[in-house]
C-alpha cells in the first residue's frame, strides 16, 4: 500500500497546482498523485495555441515530481473508502491518505457513434494525433464553433489545411459573443481560407474509404481526411456520486473547496461547482487561470491555509489576428453594453443584469484591463459609461 498524507486525484493543471499550494504551507508532508493520462502533468492551453505557432513542446511540462511528489501515470482511481481513507487504482494500488483531492477534469464529449479515429480534443494526445494528420492541403472537418472549435479550426488553417467547420449555432462563438460581433467572426474565418457552415447540427460521423463523412441533421455530406470535435467536457463526476458527495454538473465545494461539510475530501479545477460571491451564484470553469488559482488555493487548504476563493477567473483566446480576455460571466443571452474604438476590431463588451450591473466584460483586442474589469463585477454597481470607456484607455 502506497502511504500520503495528501491523495490528488487527477493529472491535470489543477492537480499539479493543488499540489504547489500543499508545498507552499507543508514542505515535508507526503503526496501522491493519480493521472489518468500516460503523460506528466502539463499547460494545457498550448494544445489549441502556441505549439500550433512553433512553440517548443519541451516547455508545457510542469515538472510536477521535482515537488517531491509521488506521480502515478496511466492510471485511474475506480473507488474510494472514506472510512478506511483509501483509494483503489485500475493497476490495482491502493493509496492511503489523510487529506483527498478530486481534481479529475472531464471526459471530452464525444458523438454518439462516431469512430474511434475522430479526435474528440482535449489532452496532449489528442493535439499528437491532429498534428500528424495536419499536413498542408488535408481536408479536415471541426465540428463546433465554440471555444475549442475555434481556436482549433484557426490553427488548422495556419497550417494550411483545408477546413471546414460545422456547428448549430448562427456564428462562431455565438453562446458567448453577441450577434453581430459572432457574424464578423463567421466572414473573417471565411476570408482566412475556412469553410464556416452555421446552422448545421452534425448527426454523425461515418468511415468513408481512407477518410470521413461528416452529416448534418439537413443532410449535409462532407467528405474529410480528418475530423476533429471541440464539443465541451462532462466533468468527471462519478468517484463524487459513488460516495454521495453533492454533485450538480460538477462536485459541489464550499469557497475552501471543501466537499461536502469534510476536512478531509476536496475539489478543484473544471470539475468542481464553487461559489462565485461577486455574482451571487454557484460556476463551474473550464479554463487555465481558474485551474491554477483555485487548485492552489484550494491544495493550501488541504495543508490547513484556511483562505477563502475569492477569485473571479478570467480567460482568454487568439482567433487569427483576432484576440480577447474575458472575465466574468459570458452569456449572449444577456443584454450588452459595447463601446468599440473600431467596430468588432477594438473594443470593448459588458454583460449586464436588468440593473445595468456588470455580469462580466469581454475585452476584444484590448490587453491588460481584466483587473480594472473584475473590480467593476465586484462592486456591484450599475455601470456609467464613463467606467466602460475607461477600460479603452
Not at 496532449?124 to 498534428?131: G, I
Request: charged share 25%; glycine share 12%.
Amino acid at each position: 500500500m502506497a502511504r500520503y498524507r495528501y491523495l490528488i486525484v487527477g493529472g491535470g493543471m489543477a492537480g499539479d497546482a493543488a499540489a504547489r499550494g500543499i508545498r507552499d504551507h507543508d514542505q515535508d508532508g507526503t503526496i501522491g498523485l493519480v493521472a489518468a493520462e500516460r503523460d506528466p502533468p502539463y499547460s494545457r492551453p498550448p494544445l489549441s495555441k502556441g505549439l500550433w505557432a512553433g512553440g517548443d513542446e519541451a516547455k508545457i511540462w510542469r515538472d510536477t515530481a521535482n515537488l517531491g511528489v509521488d506521480v502515478h501515470l496511466g492510471r485511474r482511481v475506480t473507488s474510494i473508502d472514506l472510512s478506511a481513507r483509501t483509494a483503489l487504482d485500475d493497476a490495482g494500488t491502493t493509496h492511503s491518505f489523510e487529506r483527498l483531492l478530486l481534481a479529475t477534469g472531464g471526459e471530452a464529449r464525444r458523438l454518439p457513434g462516431a469512430p474511434p479515429a475522430v479526435v474528440a480534443f482535449r489532452t496532449l494526445e489528442d493535439y499528437r494525433r491532429l498534428r500528424a494528420a495536419a499536413v498542408p492541403g488535408a481536408k479536415i472537418a471541426v465540428v463546433g464553433g465554440g471555444f475549442i472549435g475555434s481556436e482549433i479550426a484557426a490553427a488548422l488553417a495556419t497550417a494550411r489545411c483545408r477546413v471546414t467547420m460545422l456547428f448549430p449555432e448562427d456564428g462562431i462563438g455565438a453562446r458567448l459573443f453577441p450577434s453581430a460581433l459572432s457574424a464578423f467572426v463567421n466572414d473573417v474565418y471565411r476570408e482566412r481560407g475556412v469553410e464556416v457552415r452555421p446552422n448545421e447540427l452534425v448527426t454523425a460521423i461515418e468511415t468513408s474509404g481512407d477518410g470521413f463523412r461528416v452529416v448534418s441533421e439537413d443532410g449535409v455530406a462532407i467528405e474529410a481526411d480528418a475530423v476533429v470535435t471541440g464539443l465541451g467536457i462532462t466533468p468527471a463526476t462519478e468517484l463524487a456520486e459513488a460516495l454521495g458527495l453533492p454533485v450538480d454538473d460538477g462536485i459541489v465545494v464550499d469557497a475552501y473547496g471543501r466537499v461536502g461539510g469534510r476536512d478531509d475530501v476536496f475539489a478543484a479545477g473544471d470539475v468542481a461547482r464553487f461559489p462565485v460571491a461577486a455574482l451571487g451564484r454557484t460556476m463551474r470553469v473550464e479554463h487555465e487561470d481558474h485551474a491554477n488559482t483555485h487548485g492552489r488555493v484550494v491544495g493550501a487548504n488541504m495543508a490547513g491555509a484556511g483562505i477563502a476563493y475569492d477569485h473571479l477567473p478570467f480567460f482568454y483566446s487568439d482567433l487569427f489576428d483576432l484576440g480577447y480576455e474575458a472575465v466574468g460571466e459570458l452569456d449572449a443571452r444577456l443584454a450588452t453594453l459595447e463601446e468599440w474604438v473600431e467596430p468588432y476590431r477594438k473594443g470593448v463588451v459588458a454583460y449586464v443584469d436588468a440593473d445595468g450591473r456588470p455580469r462580466g466584460f469581454l475585452l476584444w483586442d484590448v490587453w491588460g484591463k481584466v483587473d480594472p474589469a473584475r473590480a467593476l463585477i465586484q462592486a456591484g454597481e450599475p455601470l456609467a459609461v464613463e467606467s466602460l470607456r475607461a477600460l479603452l484607455d
